[in-house]
């Protein structure tokens, strides 16, 4: 898929923060951008009677889950998921990777 530049009208500020964020996670504002937006919109692609696996995939949200399945709690989520024979989604990529490059910091300190 090819990408696609676009332009977005936002405050200063928002950009100052939004650039010390990224800057500090060793990512980039679009790729946070991306990260969210896809996230957003992921559900648009999820059939609505798959909650479970919805999740599972990383196309909802915790909280989106808990409630159309109806469970109380994260705890409650976690049973279902096991009991479908499904894991909990895998954090975005960016924030493996920054994840582990803080890993490589503190290990090479030592």
Do not use: C
């Amino acid at each position: 898929m090819a990408n696609k530049n676009t332009t977005m009208n936002l405050p200063e500020s928002l950009i100052a923060k939004a650039k010390a964020y990224a800057a500090t996670q060793g990512t980039t504002m679009t790729a946070i951008v991306r990260s969210h937006l896809e996230a957003v919109t992921a559900e648009l692609e999820q059939p609505a009677e798959e909650p479970l696996q919805a999740y599972s995939t990383g196309m909802i949200g915790r909280d989106e889950a808990i409630r159309r399945i109806g469970v109380r709690d994260y705890a409650g989520l976690l049973v279902a998921l096991g009991d479908a024979g499904l894991s909990p989604p895998r954090p975005p990529e960016h924030q493996i990777e920054n994840e582990a490059a803080t890993f490589a910091r503190i290990w090479a300190a030592t």
